[in-house]
């Protein structure tokens, strides 16, 4: 009986993964409204003049998350005063996966001294919604006449270990193609990173 239940485990974090279809360029992009570090709630709407955003699932805990710290601390450095802040989610189940509690996510965004929201999404309604299954899983969106639209996808960068000397920079070309009235060459890469953590469902 115990390996039938836990077959039946496995196959409903299968199919609640599989159920969640990732946005692609083009999409429209739903807004949300996930409370942050500091309690108070964002969304787009916080943000009346930015031209997009830049929406990075990640976490607490996953070694590829904490090889991207600094990259998307400094992509926020970069491009938030060019109207493309970066709003971080965090899609861990925290009953799954104990180091991504609240309080967690409170400590290490003072720790690192984020300078960008990092959400907390309950119940990972807004991590379907998207669609995101890996940490980090990044979505560059930009404001459109018809509201919000995915333009890009995927991976930050090519080098997920952090080794390159020299690199693809996805983000940074996709807003390099937005900034000039241009839609990215690249729309879709292949995000690496350890999958969304999920509590399993009886």
């Given at each position: ?12 974090a ?9 946005l ?7 807004d ?6 500091d309690?108070k709630?964002?969304s ?12 990075v ?13 600094q ?42 001294k ?12 807004v991590?379907d ?9 990044l ?19 090519n ?5 390159k000397?020299e ?9 390099a ?26």
């Amino acid at each position: 009986m115990k390996k039938y239940i836990t077959i039946l485990l496995v196959f409903t974090a299968i199919l609640s993964q599989a159920q969640s279809k990732t946005l692609k360029a083009g999409e429209a992009a739903p807004d949300f409204k996930l409370k942050n570090v500091d309690n108070k709630d964002i969304s787009f709407e916080s943000y009346p003049n930015a031209k997009g955003f830049i929406v990075v699932f990640t976490c607490n805990t996953c070694p590829y998350a904490k090889a991207y710290e600094q990259r998307i601390i400094d992509l926020d450095k970069k491009f938030r005063p060019e109207g493309y802040p970066v709003i971080a989610i965090n899609p861990n189940d925290p009953e799954a996966s104990k180091a991504d509690t609240f309080d967690k996510m409170q400590d290490l965004a003072k720790e690192k001294k984020y300078a960008f929201p990092y959400l907390f999404d309950k119940g990972q309604v807004v991590t379907d919604q998207y669609g995101a299954k890996h940490t980090p899983h990044l979505f560059v969106v930009s404001k459109t006449a018809k509201g919000t639209v995915v333009e890009y996808t995927g991976a930050i960068d090519n080098d997920p270990e952090g080794t390159k000397s020299e690199k693809t920079k996805y983000v940074e070309d996709v807003i390099a193609s937005l900034k000039n009235n241009q839609k990215p060459t690249v729309t879709e890469t292949k995000e690496i990173g350890c999958t969304v953590k999920r509590k399993a469902k009886v």
